[in-house]
């Protein structure tokens, strides 16, 4: 099973908002709508921000949004914040196997 | 509040075994299933795979590059999930995480994904 495949990195301005790209087929993120993200600050463990395409956890902000179309699910940042500056994974169901994308380095300029 | 404790990291010579532990409070452990996720130096991260309750069977899955090599089992009676490493690779080395996820596993439907809550991690080195 190949990894869903995001940007490396993609960056922006305090206040303005992003999006991240995962893209998969039509056997992972295509016909399933059991794709999450998860935001990974380095020596910090992940923490699951979306899940089931566009649903937060509970104490999530809800500048963080998510959506899919097609092989492709997105993840959208808005009003951006210095604390937003993370690695973002996306993660899809296979059929019985899980898959993360390569994940996204975004930097806050 | 849920907390989950990986051990056993180690340094290890290619070939060898390793068995890591994670130990979970916090919740009702034989109710979930539990996911090991890893990340090697400089990379992005890896779903191993999982356990499945004792409600669903209690079955396993695993990623392709682990298979045949590693098992996932669990102690309900001690609230532990084991992840049982032989054949280490150099490619193995990465710190490996605990998880359970959002939901719970029973018979009629079972959480696999949604990783909500993670250990810190143990690393484990496979080097000569």
């Known amino acids: 099973q190949s990894a869903l495949t995001q940007p490396a990195s993609v960056s922006g301005s305090p206040g303005q908002s992003i999006t991240i790209s995962c893209t998969g087929t039509?056997?992972?993120?295509?016909?399933?709508?059991?794709v999450s993200w998860y935001q990974h600050h380095p020596g910090k463990a992940p923490e699951l921000i979306i899940y089931e395409v566009s649903y937060r956890p509970s104490g999530v902000s809800n500048r963080f949004s998510g959506s899919k179309s097609g092989n492709t699910a997105s993840l959208t940042i808005s009003g951006l914040q210095a604390e937003d500056e993370a690695d973002y994974y996306c993660?899809?169901?296979?059929?019985?196997?899980?898959?993360f994308g390569g994940g996204t380095k975004l930097t806050v300029l | 509040e849920v907390l989950l404790v990986e051990s056993g990291g180690a340094l290890v010579q290619p070939g060898r075994s390793l068995r890591l532990s994670c130990t979970a409070s916090?919740?009702?452990?034989?109710?979930?299933?539990m996911t090991w996720v890893r990340q090697a130096p400089g990379k992005g991260l890896e779903w191993v795979g999982f356990i499945r309750s004792k409600a669903s069977g209690g079955t396993t899955e695993y990623a392709a590059s682990v298979k045949d090599r590693f098992t996932i089992s669990r102690d309900d009676s001690k609230n532990i999930a084991y992840l049982q490493m032989n054949s280490l690779k150099t490619e193995d080395t990465a710190l490996y995480y605990c998880?359970?996820?959002?939901?719970?596993?029973?018979?009629?439907?079972?959480?696999?994904?949604?990783?909500?809550?993670w250990g810190q991690g143990t690393l484990v080195t496979v080097s000569s």
């Open positions: 998880i359970r996820p959002l939901g719970p596993c029973y018979s009629s439907s079972c959480y696999t994904g949604y990783f909500q809550h």
């Open positions: 916090g919740f009702t452990f034989g109710d979930y299933t």
């Open positions: 039509s056997s992972d993120v295509g016909v399933y709508n059991y």
């Open positions: 993660n899809s169901y296979t059929g019985t196997l899980w898959v």
